[in-house]
């Protein structure tokens, strides 16, 4: 009861996916140990290079339980595709799948329910020009209506429309989400989000008015970003480091 089923995939599936596993199960632990995690809800998935086939936790395991090899691998319909012991929750894929289906630049996409990302969502304006790290999240940020959990699959053209080519998003009364071409690169703009909500929700619980920044600094933050990478993205960037992290908080997940 108390045990989970060990095993392990590695030299079973491709290098390729290998590597996602260990990425994708390297980021689940990165969110447990910032505490952004949800007990056994909200979902990080993944595509495996060159198919249609994405990765996703297993339902019913904390985000520090999962590893490389019992990430589940399923279809955009979430069909169970590599005999895994265990689940997913479908309705949570939901939101995952729709983004998949029309996303095909984005490998990677994270949806958690951090009370930051949940306040500024529910808040009338949104996200705020208040803070250095908002602005990587408003070069590229979208929002979508609350319609309830999200198992109707009518909400899913609305949901891709409303997301667009942007690559943060907050849904009003539910949280956040993020999306990139590598799980460091969604991992990383998660980060931005969420401390940007942070620091937002601090403000406005100070009472203390706020200096906006201009809107021309915002509108030009990307080119400075690419200036400051010297065209390497932050996730390419910080990656190694953060899969260090991992490793040193619990070197199981890439088993």
């Not at 990765?55 to 590599?82: C, R």
């Not at 400075?224 to 993205?233: K, L, Y």
């Amino acid at each position: 009861m108390f045990q989970l089923e060990k095993f392990s995939l590695k030299g079973k599936v491709s290098e390729q996916e290998w590597q996602v596993r260990v990425d994708l199960a390297a980021c689940y632990r990165l969110v447990a140990d910032h505490r952004w995690g949800d007990l056994i809800y909200t979902h990080l998935s993944a595509r495996i290079p060159n198919t249609d086939h994405y990765l996703v936790n297993a339902f019913g395991l904390t985000f520090d339980e999962v590893t490389a090899s019992n990430l589940v691998k399923v279809d955009l319909n979430g069909n169970i595709l590599d005999g895994s012991p265990y689940t997913i929750n479908p309705a949570g894929f939901t939101i995952h799948s729709a983004i998949h289906e029309v996303r095909h630049d984005a490998q990677c996409v994270i949806h958690l329910h951090t009370k930051a990302t949940i306040g500024v969502a529910t808040v009338e304006g949104g996200l705020k020009p208040w803070s250095q790290y908002a602005m990587f999240s408003l070069a590229s940020l979208s929002y979508h209506g609350y319609e309830g959990l999200a198992v109707n699959d009518e909400e899913k053209a609305r949901l891709q429309s409303d997301l667009g080519s942007t690559n943060h998003m907050l849904l009003h009364n539910h949280g956040g989400l993020t999306l990139g071409p590598n799980v460091g690169d969604a991992f990383m703009r998660f980060y931005d989000l969420q401390r940007a909500c942070e620091i937002q929700m601090d403000l406005l619980q100070s009472g203390q008015p706020v200096i906006e920044i201009p809107q021309d600094i915002v509108d030009g933050i990307q080119q400075q970003a690419n200036i400051v990478h010297s065209g390497e993205t932050g996730g390419q960037k910080a990656w190694p480091a953060m899969l260090r992290r991992a490793y040193k908080l619990d070197p199981t997940f890439c088993d």
